[in-house]
C-alpha cells in the first residue's frame, strides 16, 4: 500500500509555471506506475501524463504536450509535474494516482489507479 500526497499547486495568469510534487509513503515508490490526472468543475477525471516505475517510458495527453514535464525521483519518493505556459483550461483539481500493476495505457484509457491523492487545485486566471 502507498500513501500520497500532492503540493504545489496554486493560482496563476495565463503563461504562467507550476511544479507539483506528489510525496509518497513506505519503500516500494519504485514499483508503481505513477500518474497525473485532473478534473476540473463539471467534467470528469481525465489523464494528464504518465511514467513507468524507471522513469523510462512517459506518455502525456495531447492538450498537454510541450508544455508539461513528467518525472520522478526515486531516491526521494517523489513524483513531479513542471507546468509550463499554463492555461485557463487547465484550471482542475490535479491527483497524482500510484498502481502496481497497471499499464500507463490502461490507466490513461480508464482513468483508473489503486492509489491516489487527495489533490491539489490549480486555477488559471486569463
Known amino acids: 500500500q502507498v500513501q500520497l500526497v500532492e503540493s504545489g499547486g496554486g493560482s496563476v495568469q495565463a503563461g504562467g509555471s507550476l511544479r507539483l510534487s506528489c510525496a509518497a509513503s513506505?519503500?516500494?515508490?519504485?514499483?508503481?506506475?505513477m500518474g497525473w490526472f485532473r478534473q476540473a468543475p463539471g467534467k470528469g477525471r481525465e489523464f494528464v501524463a504518465g511514467?513507468?516505475?524507471?522513469?523510462?517510458?512517459?506518455d502525456y495527453a495531447d492538450s498537454v504536450k510541450g508544455r508539461f514535464t513528467i518525472s520522478r525521483d526515486n531516491a526521494k519518493n517523489t513524483m513531479y509535474l513542471q507546468m509550463n505556459n499554463l492555461k485557463p483550461e487547465d484550471t482542475a483539481v490535479y491527483y497524482c494516482?500510484?498502481?502496481?500493476?497497471?499499464?500507463?495505457?490502461?490507466?490513461?484509457?480508464?482513468?483508473?489507479?489503486?492509489?491516489w491523492g487527495q489533490g491539489t487545485q490549480v486555477t488559471v486566471s486569463s
Open positions: 513506505g519503500r516500494t515508490f519504485s514499483s508503481y506506475v
Open positions: 494516482a500510484a498502481d502496481p500493476t497497471r499499464t500507463i495505457a490502461s490507466m490513461r484509457l480508464r482513468a483508473r489507479a489503486d492509489y
Open positions: 511514467i513507468t516505475r524507471s522513469g523510462g517510458s512517459i
